[in-house]
């Protein structure tokens, strides 16, 4: 890590050199006001690249992801809802190198999913996503009224490192976990529907409830089960670690897990996150996986954060 940081300065260090000599020629009219500008344009991405970057800086932030999305209130507009966010999610992460996993996925009863959990793996790959935790907010006109009515739909997306073994030592007594097999559905080779391979895991002292059926096997299933576990509990200790130190940091803005943070209004054309306040007027390229700019945004706000206005509609 020290000598990644070590080699990104020194290149912004020779743009910046170079920029500074570029400017000197352009003086003695050796170089084009043009060519000052370029190199200018340059350094400055490079700089403000590595100050983006700069913000992953806590040890989960480098860690593979698990991203899982539940349906709200709604019936077939939420579930299809999600499902739509769940392309979206693998349509960035796909574009961004990040190699995607399925782990469960529990269809609707008309359309779309009513949960589902993928893997995302890649260098960085929790720190681009874990801005993501929050209700997404959907607002359209409903393909499924005959009366073409403005309809909200709402999903929960959930964000935690997967923490591998080498990562974090959590002890996890047997006692304290409840194991149910049941038939996998979904997305998936069908092999899976004919034995109850699937399994689902209940920390009890914890409440948290994982579920995997990516696997042939029931055994294989549980072990991923029981990471994506490990993982859900380091989580909870991180979070808990970061409420302390808010308590502590009486100034310092915090968002609620759990609250809207994007809202995606199609008729109107727009997208809006509503805590960084980044806005585009293209929702077709954000929900075809063009989240980039939202995840960055969201970032550098969250290392100042300040209060922004938010559109009600």
């Known amino acids: 890590m020290s000598k990644k940081w070590v080699e990104e300065y020194q290149n912004i260090a020779r743009e910046v050199d170079d920029l500074e000599g570029l400017y000197e020629f352009q003086k003695e009219e050796m170089a ?25 800086n806590k040890k989960e932030d480098s860690m593979n992801a698990v991203l ?51 893997e995302v793996r890649g260098d960085y790959a929790y720190g681009w996503l874990k801005g993501e935790n929050g209700v997404h907010r959907l607002v359209r006109i409903s393909p499924f009224n005959a009366q073409g009515k403005r309809q909200t739909s709402f999903s929960s997306v959930f964000v935690y490192p997967l923490v591998e073994d080498n990562d974090i030592e959590i002890v996890i007594r047997p006692d304290d976990i409840e194991m149910d097999v049941f038939r996998a559905s979904g997305a998936g080779g069908q092999h899976v529907n004919r034995t109850e391979s699937a399994v689902r895991l209940r920390h009890l002292p914890s409440g948290i409830v994982v579920e995997c059926q990516a696997e042939r096997s029931q055994h294989q299933n549980r072990d991923r089960a029981m990471t994506m576990l490990k993982s859900r509990l380091y989580e909870l200790e991180v979070r808990k670690r970061q409420e302390e130190k808010d308590k502590v940091e009486a100034g310092k803005s915090k968002i609620e897990w759990g609250s809207q943070i994007r809202s995606y209004v199609l008729d109107d054309r727009w997208v809006k996150d509503l805590r960084s306040g980044y806005k585009v007027h293209n929702p077709d390229a954000v929900l075809n996986g063009d989240l980039g700019p939202f995840l960055k945004a969201y970032l550098m706000w969250e290392s100042n954060p300040t209060p922004v206005e938010t559109d009600e509609d």
Do not use: H
Request: charge should be negative; aromatic fraction near 10%; charged fraction near 25%.
């Open 32 to 56: 084009t006001v043009e060519e000052v500008d370029a190199q200018y344009a340059k350094a400055a991405e490079i700089l403000a690249d590595a100050e983006f970057r700069s913000t992953l």
């Open 68 to 118: 899982t999305i539940n349906a709200g209130a709604g019936g077939t507009e939420a579930c299809d809802w999600s499902a739509m966010l769940l392309r979206m999610y693998r349509m960035w992460a796909e574009k961004a190198g990040f190699k995607v996993n399925d782990l469960f996925e529990q269809e609707g009863d008309a359309a779309g999913i009513k949960s589902a959990s993928i």
